[in-house]
């Protein structure tokens, strides 16, 4: 972590800004401020940045973009919010157009207002980044040590972000094996996520208070349908998918039959199904280079 706060990374996407938050964030690294001096690089490439600077109010074109970046960006992260329009969606915010600010699609770690923010408070709002980077790396590092302490419960509504940030890190890794990034998951934003909470009962896997596992079900007659379970890469291969799929079964005495699905290159997480009861009873195809094996169990 050392290296990082000596040298962010960052990636500045302007939504659909007036350009005045954006003169100022190119402010800091003329002469005056050079705050490549201190390291700090602003990069073109979203997969070596370890800051992603939203400038602008979101709308229907940038919305996707905005995804799309956020979902290469490495694992742990930080979002900031540059100015009123990216932090609420400013006075734009009630057009027919306009989204909101950049947290109707992505996570947002760091609020900075202004119309535009100075120079000054662009780079304060990157020192309180990367104050936020080094606790997500701490979380990361005493979760790992943690994990037979692991705490399992219902997710609520509000857990959306930390969800989502989760399903992006967990597809991630599974597009890095598969060769192929068409993962839905990977399409998802916040309010996509937060949808899900009005017809599907979610559970999560919590060490120290952070989100390293998490499973969605879904009520279809006596039959129970759940979506991938999604743990995150530093935690597979620990049982996590196993409880999260028993605290499920056990929340829903009434259903009779239980099915989910893996990707079908997850060996891990496929051997953890299996040693769960589930067994595959069919494949299917969401792009050429991913499979969804699908698995189902019956109560006893």
Request: glycine share 8%; charged share 20%; hydrophobic share 40%.
């Given at each position: 972590?050392?290296?990082?706060?000596?040298?962010?990374?960052?990636?500045?996407?302007?939504?659909?800004?007036?350009?005045?938050?954006?003169i100022?964030?190119?402010?800091?690294?003329?002469?005056?401020?050079?705050?490549?001096?201190?390291?700090?690089?602003?990069?073109?490439?979203?997969?070596?940045?370890?800051?992603?600077?939203?400038?602008?109010?979101?709308?229907?074109?940038?919305?996707?973009?905005?995804?799309?970046?956020?979902?290469?960006?490495?694992e742990?992260?930080?979002?900031?919010a540059?100015?009123?329009?990216?932090?609420?969606?400013?006075?734009?915010?009630d057009?027919?157009?306009?989204?909101?600010?950049?947290?109707?699609?992505?996570?947002v770690?760091?609020?900075?207002?202004?119309?535009?923010?100075?120079?000054?408070?662009?780079?304060?709002?990157?020192?309180?980044?990367?104050?936020?980077?080094?606790?997500?790396?701490?979380?990361?590092?005493?979760?790992?040590?943690?994990?037979?302490?692991?705490?399992?419960?219902?997710?609520?509504?509000?857990?959306?972000?930390?969800?989502?940030?989760?399903?992006?890190?967990?597809?991630?890794?599974?597009?890095?094996?598969?060769?192929d990034?068409?993962?839905?998951a990977?399409?998802?934003?916040?309010?996509?996520?937060e949808?899900?909470?009005?017809?599907?009962?979610?559970?999560?896997?919590?060490?120290?208070?952070?989100?390293?596992?998490?499973?969605?079900?879904?009520?279809?007659?006596?039959?129970?349908?759940?979506?991938?379970?999604?743990?995150?890469?530093?935690?597979?291969?620990?049982?996590?998918?196993?409880?999260?799929?028993?605290?499920?079964?056990?929340?829903?005495?009434?259903?009779?039959?239980?099915?989910?699905?893996?990707?079908?290159?997850?060996?891990?997480?496929?051997?953890?199904?299996?040693?769960?009861g589930?067994q595959?009873?069919?494949?299917?195809?969401?792009?050429?280079g991913?499979?969804?094996?699908?698995?189902?169990?019956?109560?006893?």
């Open positions: 972590m050392r290296g990082l706060k000596q040298s962010p990374w960052i990636v500045h996407y302007d939504a659909s800004s007036c350009n005045g938050c954006d100022e964030t190119l402010a800091c690294l003329t002469p005056l401020y050079d705050v490549e001096r201190l390291g700090v690089v602003n990069t073109g490439n979203p997969k070596h940045a370890d800051i992603f600077l939203v400038t602008g109010a979101v709308n229907q074109q940038s919305m996707t973009v905005i995804a799309n970046i956020y979902r290469q960006l490495p742990p992260n930080v979002v900031i540059v100015g009123a329009c990216a932090s609420s969606g400013g006075i734009f915010r057009c027919y157009n306009i989204r909101g600010g950049a947290d109707t699609i992505v996570p770690d760091v609020y900075q207002p202004g119309c535009p923010p100075r120079p000054e408070a662009i780079i304060d709002a990157v020192v309180k980044g990367l104050g936020v980077l080094e606790q997500k790396h701490n979380l990361l590092a005493t979760a790992k040590d943690g994990i037979d302490k692991v705490l399992y419960s219902h997710a609520e509504r509000g857990d959306a972000p930390e969800i989502l940030a989760l399903r992006k890190a967990t597809f991630q890794a599974e597009a890095f094996t598969h060769g990034d068409s993962f839905p990977l399409q998802q934003t916040q309010v996509d996520v949808k899900e909470f009005d017809s599907k009962l979610f559970f999560k896997a919590l060490v120290n208070g952070k989100i390293i596992g998490a499973a969605a079900s879904e009520q279809h007659g006596d039959t129970t349908t759940i979506g991938a379970v999604t743990v995150h890469p530093y935690f597979r291969d620990r049982g996590v998918a196993a409880r999260l799929l028993k605290e499920i079964e056990q929340a829903l005495p009434a259903a009779k039959r239980f099915e989910t699905v893996a990707a079908h290159r997850n060996e891990a997480l496929l051997r953890e199904l299996a040693g769960s589930y595959p009873f069919r494949t299917e195809t969401i792009s050429p991913i499979n969804w094996v699908h698995v189902t169990k019956e109560r006893p």
